[in-house]
């Protein structure tokens, strides 16, 4: 065969679409409902809400990489294209879900070259009917700052923690709702900044 000829097949086999029927199942025998109240899917559909947290903790097995740009102000406009490539946090994570309900990982931002890790753990689900009327989630991050020459009096000074329980309902299928009391503390602070 010619190429030309292979080709043109190619070409009518991936455009060519030929429908197909089929017959229908009979009717299955009904299913008697089980009382028992089921969670409420997708309250939202990542773990992240821009950057901050979501009550989603991914499905046991699941393992994710996630790369965060925080973007600079708009101020020099075209300059620095509307901050996108305007002085930037960055941060590189990886997280696993080894049992349901329980998501960790680790991480690595820019600023302050700072490697944290992460534990996620799903206390509460909202539920259909019945059980809870909304979805509660404890998140905690702990981080080390590993920048070489700074004034750190003792190493333990270069943690910091931060910890948040996530609170958050379905109330249609197109909307949420979320809060998030969060709690921060870093082992040591600047005093004055020079």
Known sequence: YSKTTVLFL?????????PVMAQEQPAAEPVEKSNESKPVK????????????????PAKG??????????????????DFFGLYAPSNIRIGFAYAPIDKLYVGFGFAKINLTWDVTAKYAILQQMKSGGSPVSLTYYVNMAIDTRDGENFVNNTDRFSYFNQLIISRKVTDAFSVQVSPSWSHFNAVEGYVN
């Not at 190619?10 to 030929?18: A, D, G």
């Not at 992240?48 to 979501?54: G, R, Y």
């Not at 699941?62 to 300059?79: C, L, S």
């Open 10 to 18: 190619l070409v009518l086999l991936t455009n060519y679409t030929v």
């Open 42 to 57: 997708n309250t939202f559909e990542s773990i992240f809400l821009f950057d901050n947290q979501t009550t989603l903790v």
């Open 62 to 79: 699941t393992f994710e990489m996630d790369i965060q740009h925080r973007f600079g102000t708009v101020n020099n406009g075209y300059d």
